[in-house]
């Protein structure tokens, strides 16, 4: 693995200029190409694994479409709750019952299932196939692929986002922040100041507000927005093993203290208590209409039409420590290496990727960002009180500011995971200091990563 995913930048922005006036005649066929085939074969089933979730189980309302354009194959949905994927996964694949196609969606990411050796190449069943095609720029196929080896076909791109509450700006007298990431006036110091004029500090649940809720990324990436790198830099060359930890460097804890600052030093962000209690059946404490700012993953997005508060999309501010604003996050369809039937999973891939399914996909899902270019358009429209260009504006920013999730390129990163929420717990509580429990974070993830792996 290599630093292509770094390259993920205006490309994204420019492939859909480029590509929305027409679909390729190769895609076109794409969606039905083995209906006449399809007959000739032995029917066979496939496995799609996926999250029990509306936005991910959405894909069995496509089924009856694509069986009708490929008789001879049959797909049946199997799906678990998102602290359950991992294990399940692992459990079938044990079990030698390994669903055909699957992606990351739980804890643990692509270089964990490619150093586990779950995942099929693809390359032998790629003859004439293109990222092209469905309007997938190059450097987003380049993400999933090993020494020239494809292990997986991007079906969704997600990127990071600030939401903002706009009744609770205007009832503050502050002015919108921007959807411009060059604009260098919106900074991280900025934002803290705008929270501390949203918040209400008070024990009553009812009159208790919020300025920001900073959820960037997972909690060994959030320091990397401030320019401070908990892994070493051979991590990203090295298969995802890094061969160094800085937890106990300056500016890793530097970056934790400023994180955690905002709950219980300046606290202007909300307790995880204060979260649990709120967030309700949706597990967003923002849409409690509590909060001013949340930075979050677009995926919060889906949820718009559940907002009963007036809101808008801005880009996360600039930090002149660091030039990573945003986490991309890149979901590929995997086929599994176990698979009997890969070369019926690759069809149904490829179909789930055309610009006419992901299109149908946004509507299905309530929301899931296409990989497919041409569909862009129709996925900056499909939030309703927002305004599109902002949002088309805001991903752009995020695809050149960005930097692709750990959980996806680290190996073994469920168990790292687990070791963080665990051992952070106890400050993201209030009962420890951050500089007291970084050291033994430190040990204890040197030992796991020497144990798994040798």
């Not at 496995?47 to 936005?55: A, E, F, K, L, R």
């Amino acid at each position: 693995m290599n630093k292509k995913w770094m390259s993920i930048t205006v490309s994204l922005v420019l492939v859909f200029t480029l590509l929305a006036t027409a679909c390729s005649n190769k895609e076109k066929n794409s969606g039905g190409s083995t209906a006449k085939e399809g007959g000739k074969g032995e029917q066979v089933t496939i496995t799609h694994y996926t999250i029990d979730s509306p936005d991910r189980t959405f894909v069995e309302k496509l089924i009856p479409d694509f069986e009708a354009k490929h008789p001879n194959i049959k797909v049946k949905v199997t799906k678990a709750p998102y602290e359950q994927f991992d294990s399940k996964l692992q459990s079938s694949i044990a079990a030698k019952n390994a669903p055909d196609v699957t992606s990351h969606w739980g804890y643990g990411g692509f270089m964990e299932y490619y150093n586990k050796e779950m995942l099929l190449d693809l390359t032998p069943y790629l003859d004439g196939f293109s990222g092209s095609d469905y309007n997938i720029p190059e450097d987003v196929m380049n993400i999933y692929k090993v020494d020239g080896k494809t292990y997986g076909i991007p079906l969704n791109s997600y990127v990071t986002v600030m939401l903002y509450n706009k009744d609770l700006f205007d009832k503050a007298g502050l002015s919108y922040p921007p959807t411009d990431y060059e604009d260098k006036s919106w900074t991280f110091d900025k934002m803290v100041e705008y929270a501390q004029k949203m918040t209400v500090d008070s024990k009553n649940l009812e009159e208790a507000q919020y300025g920001v809720d900073f959820g960037f990324g997972e909690r060994d990436q959030r320091p990397q927005y401030f320019g401070a790198h908990v892994y070493s830099d051979d991590t990203w060359s090295n298969g995802g093993k890094p061969s160094e930890i800085n937890l106990t460097k300056l500016e890793v804890v530097d970056a934790y203290k400023t994180i955690y600052g905002l709950i219980y030093d300046k606290k202007i962000s909300p307790t995880p208590a204060f979260s649990q209690t709120v967030s309700g059946q949706y597990g967003d404490p923002f849409l409690s209409g509590k909060i001013g700012m949340s930075v979050v993953g677009s995926w919060s997005l889906a949820a718009a039409a559940d907002f009963s508060f007036n809101v808008g999309v801005a880009a996360v501010p600039y930090n002149p420590n660091g030039d990573v604003r945003s986490v991309l996050y890149v979901d590929p369809l995997f086929v599994l290496k176990d698979s009997k039937h890969p070369k019926e999973a690759m069809e149904w891939i490829k179909y789930l990727i055309t610009t006419e399914i992901q299109e149908k996909s946004i509507e299905l899902s309530g929301g899931n960002p296409p990989v497919n270019q041409a569909a862009a358009e129709k996925y900056y429209n499909n939030f309703e009180g927002i305004e599109p260009k902002g949002i088309q504006q805001v991903f752009d920013g995020a695809y050149k500011y960005g930097f692709e999730s750990y959980n996806h390129l680290i190996s073994n990163y469920s168990q790292i995971n687990e070791l963080f929420i665990n051992e952070l717990a106890g400050v993201e509580n209030g009962d420890k200091q951050v500089e007291n429990v970084l050291p033994d974070i430190e040990k204890k993830l040197k030992d796991l990563l020497a144990r798994v792996n040798k």
